[in-house]
């Protein structure tokens, strides 16, 4: 299974960005998916995850009502749609699959930059 994230990018505060994580393999349908992201210096954090069906999601605290994770197992890509982006979401978004069988996320994506401009 691979893991390849895109739309990261520049923005302003207050503005959007949709991210994309696009998966390799048969066991997409399967798998947990969740975006994390890790601001150099600092712990990488999760900021949402969303489970084998789409009905089950968890978004952290800090990003609870602007950010939505969801998938299209059809796809097998999961999003990150980002609204009223701030200059504290600034960070590599890394996407992560937990494989079935296994207890924590076990691959993960490149990354891609976000960066929100003031």
């Known amino acids: 299974v691979q893991l390849q994230a895109s739309g990261g990018g520049l923005v302003q505060a207050g503005g959007s960005l949709r991210l994309s994580c696009a998966s390799s393999g048969r066991t997409f349908s399967s798998n947990v998916m969740g975006w994390f992201r890790q601001v150099r210096g600092k712990e990488r954090e999760v900021v949402a995850s969303?489970?084998?069906?789409?009905?089950?999601?968890y978004h952290a605290d800090s990003v609870k009502g602007r950010f939505t994770i969801s998938r299209d197992n059809a796809k097998k890509t999961v999003y990150l749609q980002m609204n009223s982006l701030k200059q504290e979401d600034t960070a590599v978004y890394y996407c992560?699959?937990?494989?079935?069988?296994?207890?924590?996320?076990?691959?993960w994506g490149q990354g891609t930059q976000v960066t929100v401009s003031s």
């Open positions: 969303i489970g084998r069906s789409a009905y089950s999601t």
């Open positions: 992560a699959a937990k494989l079935p069988g296994n207890g924590d996320y076990n691959v």
